[in-house]
Every structure is written in structure tokens, then in C-alpha cells.
């Protein structure tokens, strides 16, 4: 084998990790242009994330940070973190770029909708974290802190706790994304997901008892949230599957009508 053929071979593979380098730098500018425009409100920021423990806190109680640093580290990392989620559409959409050379034209039609529904519904989840759960979930913490025992939560523990919850239903609201993708790939088919429906409410609750804290409230409202959009991938997953019968039936019914001979003249 020569020089220049065992180059020709290898350009593709070369071509494409410089594209790859190239779009996950795209990727790291985007976060760290979004964190240097936020790091100036970092305080504000992890305060506002705070706001749903602070509110359930005894009067004259705040919040404490037993690390030396961890008044500067924990806000800074937070606004890490937020850029990152903030950035999601643009890692998204450079992912995609990269892979859609690859898609056919039916894959790239359903690919797009699907990125956009992912993202919309991470964000979705994170919102109903902050909204609905964390207060629920910490004024029952509050609500059985012993007597005699100051509520006074460390900064670090309540980010690091904050977040698991965060991403815990960030994930969980990507069922319906995830059930879609098992029908129409065809690893599973809608009869076989319903008829499995028993153990996926299960599932729902052993996740949420994995996921969240011991306790009745965060683990139920994690667990129906899953159930109920699981059932929402469902009925759109159906939704295709038909519309995908349909066009093979047409398909079908116009190749025999291609096989038929034209009729004779009478």
C-alpha cells in the first residue's frame, strides 16, 4: 500500500475528528461565554435557588458554610452549572450537526422534533423541581426537625442536594422522548409497552425512592410525573406507528396497482 492511498483512507477519520474538535470547542466557548456573563451575579443566583429552603427556615435561622472557601466555590459552581444547562440548545444543535450527515431524510424529519421536545422538556422538569417539589419536600423537613434541633443547612450540601433533584427531573421528563424512540426504532411496539404497563409504575416508584429523598411526597411526585409521561410517549408513539401502517398500505396497494397489465381495448 502506498503513502498517498493510506492517506486518502485516513482523511475521512482525520476530517472527522477535527470537525468533532471543532464543534466541542464551539460547545466549552458557549458555556464560558454564558458563565462570564452570569458570574457577576452568582450570589444572586444561588439565592434565588435557595429561595424554597430559606422560606421554611425558623425565624432568625440562615443557612451556613462549614468550608472555608465554599462562600465563593458554591455559587461559582452553581453558575457553572447553570451555563451548562442555559447552553443545552447549543451543545444540542452541535451535536446534531455532526451526526445528521449520517440520517436519512425520515430519520433528520423526526430527528429535529425530537431535539427540541428533549430540550424543552429537561427545562420542564428542573421547573417543576423548583415549583411544586422543593416546597412541598422542605416544609416537611421542617415540619418534623425535632425540638430542641436548629434547621441551619450547610451551603454545599443543599447545592449538591439541589442539583441531584434537578437532574433526577430533568432525566425523568425525557420518558415520553425515550418511549417514542423504543417504538419507532421498533425495540418495542405499543401493545408490549401497554401491556407492560403494571411493572413500569413500579419502575416509577423504585426510581423515585432512589432518586429523592426518603420520603412519601418527593417520591410520589417524581413517580406520577414519570407515569404520566410515559403514557404521553404512548400516545404519541401510537400516533406514528399508525401513521406508518397507513403509508405502507398505500405503498402496498400502489405497487400491485403498478403490477397489474393495463386492460386490453376492447
Request: hydrophobic share 55%; net charge negative; with cysteine.
Amino acid at each position: 500500500m502506498t503513502d498517498s492511498t493510506q492517506h486518502d483512507r485516513e482523511m475521512p477519520l482525520v476530517a472527522h475528528l477535527t470537525e468533532l474538535r471543532n464543534r466541542v470547542l464551539r460547545c466549552v466557548v458557549a458555556v464560558l461565554l454564558i458563565f462570564g456573563v452570569l458570574f457577576y451575579f452568582a450570589q444572586d443566583i444561588y439565592a434565588l435557588v435557595a429561595a424554597p429552603l430559606r422560606a421554611y427556615l425558623p425565624e432568625g435561622a440562615t443557612m451556613i458554610a462549614t468550608g472555608v472557601a465554599s462562600p465563593f466555590l458554591t455559587p461559582f459552581k452553581l453558575t457553572l452549572v447553570i451555563a451548562l444547562f442555559l447552553a443545552m440548545p447549543v451543545v444540542l444543535q452541535q451535536i446534531w450537526g455532526f451526526i445528521a450527515p449520517g440520517l436519512y431524510k425520515h430519520e433528520k424529519r423526526i430527528a429535529v422534533p425530537l431535539l427540541i421536545s428533549s430540550i424543552l422538556l429537561f427545562y420542564a422538569g428542573m421547573a417543576f423541581a423548583y415549583f411544586v417539589v422543593f416546597p412541598i419536600m422542605f416544609g416537611f423537613f421542617a415540619s418534623v426537625t425535632p425540638e430542641g434541633v436548629a434547621m441551619m443547612t450547610d451551603i454545599g450540601q443543599y447545592l449538591d442536594f439541589v442539583l441531584t433533584l434537578f437532574f433526577a427531573f430533568g432525566v425523568a421528563f425525557e420518558i415520553p422522548v425515550a418511549t417514542f424512540l423504543l417504538i419507532w426504532v421498533g425495540i418495542a411496539d405499543v401493545t408490549s409497552l401497554r401491556r407492560s404497563r403494571p411493572y413500569v409504575v413500579v419502575g416509577c416508584f423504585v426510581v423515585g425512592m432512589v432518586l429523592t429523598p426518603p420520603d412519601i411526597f418527593s417520591q410520589t411526585l417524581l413517580a406520577l410525573p414519570m407515569w404520566l409521561l410515559f403514557e404521553a410517549g404512548l400516545l404519541f408513539g401510537s400516533m406514528v406507528s399508525k401513521r406508518d401502517d397507513a403509508e405502507e398500505n398505500f405503498r402496498g396497494d400502489t405497487d400491485e396497482d403498478h403490477d397489474q397489465p393495463p386492460a386490453a381495448n376492447p
